[in-house]
Every structure is written in structure tokens, then in C-alpha cells.
């Protein structure tokens, strides 16, 4: 792992999979695999919404956090189909993915309702995970540091230092996500220091050594010990291997 104090942070995106039984299955699992690992690594698993309920049993007092995928930045009110900080905190959740790829991309967030979104969480006094990440075009274009680095500072903004401690950032390329593609670890560690660096010239060099940036896309069993002995990757998020608890583990170990 890295050679900075950053404690290393893995989360397991189930994305819209499992089903209630599969669900609690799966996170029994990752406790018997994982549940010895938490004193070295944060770990974080975010079922779908309808099975926060049933998973968060089975964590129980296990140290593994309670993720959501997504919240809603309204306390309440007439806003049919959406979910509030309030409500996560009523099921124990810990921590909020916001901004991932899938959002900003299939359901087409903006960057202004990622950013109401991220200041909720903080609010709210839970911890988020903000996604940022270039297209292949993007990509191929030249802007990656520009899309990062934009789409950092707009869902930032307005956050405080203090709130800093509770922000982690998951630099996820949207072409290596579910595709099987992984960012060379060269690229990904270069990602990282342009975030890393933003967030110095946003906060400070002091917030930006403390900030936690994951890697995410196509990270397995196989590839994660490679990606995250790059100094600037502080764990990763991961989707398709976080449905298998022996690879899942793997990774965590791997980031240890
Ligand atoms: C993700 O869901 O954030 C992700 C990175 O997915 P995958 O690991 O499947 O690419």
C-alpha cells in the first residue's frame, strides 16, 4: 500500500444486482472473509436501497460500513421514488456513493444536483464517496485532467475542510468501468496527483494528504495489488468482483 498514513478504503458497488436473499447471503460472506480486516482497512459495502434493511442486520457490529448508492438532497417532501439522508441514517448507513459514472452518465446527474447531493451527506453527518472520471473520448481528446479536475472542484464546492475528513474521492474512469478494461497503473497514478493536487489548491497540501483517493474500474482479484502499490491510490471501488466475497477479499487484502 501506500507510503503516506492514508488508511486504505475499499467499497463493493453491488449496483442494481443480488436479490433479499442473495443480498444477506453475500454479506454474511463478506463478513466471514473480511470482518478480520478492518482494524488495517475500511471497508464498505452498498447493496441496493430496498435491501440496506436486511444487509445492515447482518453487518451487525461487524466494523464493515453500511454504503447507500445514492440519496436524494431534499429532507422530505414530493419527490416521488427518492430517498433521504434522514432515511439512511434511520437504516445505519455510514457512507453515500455520490456522482458515480452511472449516474452522472445513464441517469444524467448534473453537476449542481451531485454537488446539493454531496453537501446533504455532509450535512446529514455521514461520509460520502465522490466520483469523478473521463469518458473514452475524453480520453482520447486530451481532457482528462480538465473532466477531473472540473468535476471535483464543481462537486466540492461549498464543502468545508472539516467536512474534508468525511470526503473520500474514487477516480473511476467511465471506459474502464464493467467493461474489463483497467487504467494502466501509470495513468491512474497520474489521475490521482492532478485530484491530489486540486484538492491542495482548493484546501490545502494538508487536506490533500489526508484525502483518500480509491481507483475504480475493472478492479479484481487479480489486478488490485499492482494498482494500488502506486503511492497516490489509497484503495479502490470496486463493482463486478464486489459480488464475489473471496475476491472481494482479495482486493482488501491487496490494499493492505
Ligand atoms: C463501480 O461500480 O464503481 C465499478 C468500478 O465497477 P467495476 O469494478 O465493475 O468496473
Known amino acids: 500500500m501506500s507510503t503516506t498514513s492514508r488508511k486504505p478504503f ?19 460472506n463478506i463478513v466471514a472473509a473480511c ?14 436501497f430496498p435491501y440496506l434493511q436486511a444487509v445492515g442486520h447482518t453487518l451487525g457490529n461487524h466494523n464493515i460500513l453500511l454504503g447507500a448508492q445514492d440519496v436524494y438532497f431534499q429532507p422530505n417532501g414530493a419527490y416521488t421514488g427518492e430517498v433521504s439522508t434522514q ?31 454531496l453537501l446533504a451527506v455532509l450535512e446529514a453527518g455521514l461520509s460520502a464517496v465522490l466520483c469523478v472520471g473521463e469518458t473514452l473520448a475524453q480520453r482520447d ?38 467493461t474489463g478494461k483497467v487504467a494502466k497503473k501509470e495513468d491512474a497514478a497520474s ?8 484538492i491542495s489548491d482548493l ?7 489526508q484525502t483518500r483517493i480509491q481507483y475504480g474500474g475493472s478492479v479484481n482479484a487479480k489486478n488490485a495489488s499492482e494498482l494500488f502499490l502506486e503511492s497516490q491510490i489509497d484503495g479502490g471501488l470496486v463493482g463486478g468482483a464486489s459480488l464475489d466475497s473471496g475476491q472481494f477479499a482479495a482486493i482488501v487484502q491487496a490494499a493492505i
Open 141 to 178: 481528446a486530451g481532457e482528462t485532467d480538465q473532466v477531473n479536475v472540473s468535476q471535483l472542484t464543481s462537486g466540492l464546492r461549498n464543502v468545508t475542510e472539516k467536512q474534508m475528513q468525511r470526503v473520500t474521492i474514487a477516480y473511476e474512469p467511465v471506459w474502464a468501468i464493467g
Open 87 to 117: 432515511m439512511l441514517l434511520d437504516l445505519n448507513v455510514k457512507v453515500v456513493l455520490i456522482g458515480h459514472s452511472e449516474r452522472r452518465h445513464v441517469i444524467l446527474e448534473g453537476d449542481d444536483l451531485i454537488n446539493s447531493k
Open 10 to 28: 475499499v467499497g463493493g458497488n453491488w449496483k442494481m444486482n443480488t436479490d433479499l436473499a442473495s443480498a444477506v447471503e453475500l454479506a454474511d
Open 203 to 209: 484546501y490545502s497540501p494538508n487536506i490533500a494528504q
Open 35 to 48: 470482518g478480520q480486516f478492518t482494524e488495517k482497512c475500511d471497508i464498505a459495502i452498498f447493496p441496493p
Open 191 to 198: 489521475a490521482h496527483a492532478v485530484i491530489r493536487q486540486s
